[in-house]
């Protein structure tokens, strides 16, 4: 395929040839790309926004993550935590930091990934900037959403004998990153590789292609449910847990057998030799959703599909705490992914 240099056509070249024909999927949107600032209306809801950077080699890795999955990775990250505070994704803007060796063909891949993920969505994109990297490929963006008035869910509002629930399972993502690098490692120095993934597709979708969790939101309401708090597990379920509890002046009490956890993340975690639990606890990168809500929704959360409850939340002054299967209380510590590391 051929590459055309960036240079070759220029910034306003490039952004034309990225956000073409780019189709509106709100009413709130009501200028997009093509003036100093997209034009938004939201009359009667909340508005809520969100900010992600991803730098590469501290973020991804190209070796083994595709343009294109990199883009709807991108997206979707920034769509989770809009469904996290019980609202709806509307509109993204993304900017890039873009290096000599990337070529417009490879802009537009990554952007084919980014519309993709807008469109199953429905989220537009309405704006942005491209400017030169001396280090590599760096994506910044902003989503905008809203929720009913009164409607958003932060991390501030659990109380004593709430419910902890977490959406699907946990563990997975890291699995997957942990099998990639491996991979890459046995890669090393050939030229015909072929990675071993069999059997682990899923580990390495959950990596390189995660989804936000609408469903469970759009469950939620249709219940005549709201979580009393909520956030998505991005950087381990042990960090975001303490966030809800240092929040809401609570402490909290999980269960090591109810933490949902893939077959395939097990055998991975054997097949390494690393401890299953503490890659469910603390690997981060899954999105799913972490939540509380009120006792009394116990039957209903026992009934809804890709949710459990794996906890309760308790007195401040009983601390934060992991019971493992034989009993034990072990004491929940943040072991996720620290980004100024």
């Known amino acids: 395929m051929q590459q055309t240099e ?27 790309i093509g003036d100093d600032a997209a034009v938004l209306n939201y009359p009667e809801t909340e508005v809520l926004v969100s900010s992600d950077m991803l730098l590469e080699g501290v973020h991804f890795d190209l070796t083994y993550m595709p343009l294109k999955h990199l883009g709807y990775k991108a997206a979707v990250v920034n769509f989770s935590d809009i469904y996290a505070m019980n609202g709806t994704p509307r509109q993204i803007t993304v900017s890039l930091g873009i290096s000599a060796r990337f070529t417009v063909e490879h802009i537009e891949a990554l952007y084919s990934g980014i519309r993709l993920a807008c469109e199953i969505y429905g989220v537009d994109l309405v704006g942005g900037d491209t400017t030169a990297s001396r280090s590599g490929l760096v994506i910044s963006i902003t989503c905008i959403g809203d929720a009913g008035k009164g409607a958003s869910v932060g991390r501030d509002g659990a109380k004593d004998t709430d419910l902890i629930c977490v959406s699907g399972d946990l563990g997975a993502a890291y699995m997957g990153l942990q099998l990639l690098e491996r991979e890459k490692t046995a890669s090393a120095g050939q030229k015909d590789f072929t990675p071993k993934f069999e059997g682990k597709e899923y580990l390495v979708e959950r990596q390189l292609k995660p989804e936000a969790r609408r469903d469970i939101v759009a469950a939620l309401k249709s219940e005549g449910i709201t979580p009393t708090s909520m956030i998505d597990i991005s950087d381990g379920l042990s960090s975001e847990l303490l966030h809800i509890c240092k929040a809401s002046k609570t402490g909290c009490r999980i269960y090591e057998d109810r933490i949902p956890i893939d077959y395939q993340t097990a055998v991975m975690a054997e097949e390494l030799g690393m401890n299953l639990v503490t890659a469910a ?18 039957e209903a959360m026992q009934k809804m599909d890709g949710v459990k409850v794996i906890g309760h939340i308790t007195r401040p002054d009983l601390g934060c705490a992991m019971i493992t299967r034989d009993g034990a209380e072990i004491e929940l510590k943040a072991q996720g992914f620290n980004h100024m590391a």
């Open 281 to 298: 606890l603390n690997g981060g990168e899954d999105y799913e959703l972490l939540f509380t809500v009120p006792l009394h929704n116990h």
């Open 6 to 32: 960036i240079s070759s056509v220029g910034e306003f070249g490039l952004i034309d040839r990225i956000t073409r024909d780019l189709p509106k999927y709100n009413e709130s949107t009501i200028k997009s």
